[in-house]
């Protein structure tokens, strides 16, 4: 698909508004899927080295 200007690409012939909300929904689960596996590999982390200590 060609667009000749920001406007047009931002209406997208009238799609503009679902496919903006799911670009959104898609960069939102994502950046949510990265920080809870940052989350998770930090307890993790923790409990190794308790666990690791009380040996």
Known sequence: MYFT?????IHMDGHG???WICYGLFALLV?????SAK???K????QI???LRRQ
């Open 31 to 35: 950046v949510a899927n990265v920080w």
């Open 5 to 9: 200007s920001l406007e047009q690409l």
């Open 43 to 46: 307890t993790l982390l923790k």
């Open 39 to 41: 989350r998770r590999q």
């Open 49 to 51: 080295k308790s666990q």
């Open 17 to 19: 508004s679902y496919v």
